[in-house]
């Protein structure tokens, strides 16, 4: 082979190589749109850019996770038995109370908001559901580090936000918001099955 031969042999093979890389790369791209390559980019990469079609159909025959994820949002939206999804509407009835730990009208929730500096109106919701126990975490509204977190879900003008809360606060809501304050924690854990 003469040297023009072999120039052009390493211009088309840098040609190919550099399609390639930047196909691989269009392919990733491809792939995170689909919910995929997060912590494998180098593994998408390599496989369309050292074996090239087939690599391109496999990203292309994988499923979209971001469409099942909305899909599945939208089932639990319209599943009328989750007793989570109906937290965001108005409670049914059979949703349990939550249980002051203090008597009601005892001044321990006045003397609560004058400790952390608080308001009443700080403690208007339109709902509270106490939704899971938690260990150890500060608290969204005294902002404290306490053992008797729960995580709750606040409902403030047609907004909701899941954030820990002490027992201390959700009595003080229950003082201020008798009628708004639902325990769904307890009744979750009476729904599950023996042997879980």
Not at 100 to 105: D, L, V
Request: charged residues 25%; contains cysteine; glycine residues 4%.
């Amino acid at each position: 082979m003469t040297r023009t031969h072999w120039l052009i042999l390493i211009v088309v093979f840098s040609v190919f190589v550099i399609w390639g890389f930047f196909a691989a790369k269009i392919m990733l791209q491809c792939a995170a749109r689909k919910g995929f390559a997060y912590g494998k980019e180098l593994n998408y990469f390599m496989m369309c850019f050292l074996f090239g079609l087939p690599g391109y159909f496999y990203i292309a025959s994988l499923p979209d996770l971001r469409v099942q994820r909305y899909l599945q949002r939208i089932v639990w939206l319209l599943d009328p038995n989750d007793p989570e999804k109906r937290c965001h509407e108005n409670p049914p009835t059979t949703f349990p109370k939550w249980q002051a730990e203090t008597p009601k009208k005892d001044g321990r929730a006045e003397a609560h908001l004058d400790k952390i500096g608080k308001t009443a109106d700080e403690y208007k919701c339109e709902r509270l559901i106490v939704v899971k126990k938690v260990h150890l975490d500060k608290c969204f509204m005294c902002n404290r580090s306490r053992k008797d977190i729960k995580t709750c879900r606040i409902i403030t003008n047609n907004t909701n936000n899941d954030v820990p809360v002490c027992t201390d606060c959700i009595n003080v809501f229950i003082e201020y918001n008798p009628e708004s304050v639902f325990d769904l924690d307890s009744l979750e854990t009476k729904q599950q099955p023996s042997g879980c």
